[in-house]
């Protein structure tokens, strides 16, 4: 079965400092996907990212990072000089091809102080 | 693009009424729909799986007679509680699977939400 485990339930941070959140999952399937989403407190999910099961090239966008790597089945997210603006519910998800469905990880509250 | 509305966006309705949430694919066909489920401070929980023309698939724990799904076209699913009561208020979000591609194959995009409350 398909798992996603997010063991920081909060983190806060102050400014400017760069933050670093994890994400390990587990599935039977060698062909996945992985995301990551951001819920602000309006409740809507901003996707951030999909990546798929064949590339683990880590990526950046702006001052987002991802770390991919199948050998600890972890697809970690660092936000580099972060911002009050980045304080959100991050979560992590896995979708398996056979059947689509996306399952969630329990989510990490962010704070980011001014 | 790829743009997926969930109407209301907030409603409030008495114990023992159905309250409907409509969700909808704007811009794209979606031949597949799931509903999710999220409590205060909680993550999503997928419901079901709604598949146009044909019965939605739910999840384990989940009633399926009190929880009625309908996915009659490929740019509308609905979500139906019935007889509701507090312990259903929650955050109910759908998500429309982009099927043959118009954006990204077999992308999934979500709603903005519906949120529930059940006095």
């Known amino acids: 079965a398909q798992k996603v485990t997010q063991a920081q339930t909060e983190i806060s941070v102050v400014e400017k400092e760069d933050v670093t959140l994890d994400c390990v999952y587990e599935t039977r399937d060698t062909t996945y996907y992985l995301f990551w989403y951001k819920q602000p407190p309006s409740g809507e999910l901003v996707f951030l990212i999909r990546?798929?099961?064949?590339?683990?090239q880590n990526e950046i966008s702006g001052r987002y990072s991802w770390n991919f790597q199948k050998s600890t089945s972890s697809f970690n997210f660092t936000i580099t000089a972060s911002q009050v603006v980045d304080s959100a519910v991050y979560f992590c998800a896995l979708s398996e091809v056979r059947d689509d469905k996306i399952i969630f990880g329990k989510g990490t509250r962010l704070h980011i102080l001014p | 693009g790829a743009v997926v509305s969930q109407h209301p966006s907030w409603v409030i309705c008495k114990s023992g009424t159905s309250v409907k949430i409509e969700c909808r694919s704007l811009?794209?066909?979606?031949?597949?729909m799931f509903w999710y489920r999220q409590f205060p401070k909680q993550s999503l929980m997928l419901m079901a799986t709604?598949?146009?023309?044909?019965?939605?698939?739910?999840e384990q724990g989940v009633e399926k007679d009190k929880f009625l799904i309908n996915h009659a076209s490929l740019t509308l699913s609905t979500l139906t509680v019935t007889s509701a009561h507090p312990e259903d208020s929650s955050f109910y979000i759908c998500?429309?699977?982009?099927?043959?591609?118009?954006?990204?194959?077999?992308?999934?995009?979500f709603g903005p939400g519906t949120r529930l409350t059940v006095t």
């Open positions: 990546r798929n099961s064949f590339d683990e």
């Open positions: 811009d794209f066909q979606a031949t597949t």
């Open positions: 998500s429309a699977r982009d099927a043959i591609g118009t954006f990204s194959s077999y992308e999934q995009y």
């Open positions: 709604s598949n146009e023309g044909s019965k939605a698939t739910y």
